[in-house]
């Protein structure tokens, strides 16, 4: 039996928290750093900011993949069945489609939108899942082998779960 693996988009595979923060510095005047607005500033966006961020399509296909990125999932696209994992609003299915397809992604089919993503590794028999939020992975290491990848917002816990500053650093904690 081959292993698998899931994967979250944002903040993980795509930039989503990159364009938030870029668009923030256009058109709010921020003029903090990226770590700065992901570990204080994002604390006071509203639900409706929330509800108005996630349901602005460009910020889903603005950004490329990174070499990182390109470079990780030629890695393991042999090596595991990919999962993509998200919980991106169905709104914009079409737009995370079209991207994977544009740039290529392996196991492209293989995308899921969710807001239960345990029942999903369950599901799945998912060996491995990387992720950012800390509620997925504080979630996920219940039923499989998690890691979590750096970011300001998940910084109390990178002593707590494996964590990767990089996807290509993420491949130390994956086994064959």
């Known amino acids: 039996m081959s292993k698998s693996i899931g994967i979250d988009l944002d903040g993980v595979l795509y930039g ?3 364009a ?9 005047n921020y003029m903090g750093s990226y770590t700065d607005f992901w570990t204080y500033e994002y604390k006071n966006i509203t639900d409706t900011g929330w509800k108005f ?6 910020f889903y296909s603005s950004q490329m993949p990174t070499e990182d990125c390109i470079r990780f999932l030629d890695n393991i696209k042999y090596r595991f069945d990919i999962y993509y994992l998200t919980s991106r609003p169905e709104y914009v299915k079409l737009t995370t ?23 999903d590794a369950r599901r799945l028999k998912l060996s ?26 998940n ?7 494996p964590t990767a500053h990089s996807l290509m650093s993420a491949l130390q904690y994956l086994e064959d």
Not at 53 to 58: E, Q
Not at 132 to 147: C, G, R, S
């Open 128 to 153: 491995y899942c990387i992720d950012d939020m800390p509620h997925h992975i504080e979630a996920l290491a219940k039923v499989t082998n998690v890691i979590m990848i750096a970011q300001p917002w």
């Open 16 to 18: 989503w928290h990159i």
């Open 97 to 119: 489609e079209q991207f994977l397809k544009r740039y290529k992604f392996p196991f492209r089919d293989n995308l899921i939108f969710t807001d239960d993503k345990v029942s």
């Open 20 to 28: 938030v923060f870029e668009y923030y510095q256009v058109h709010k």
């Open 155 to 161: 910084k109390n816990l990178w002593d707590v779960y």
């Open 53 to 58: 961020l996630t349901h602005i399509d460009i």
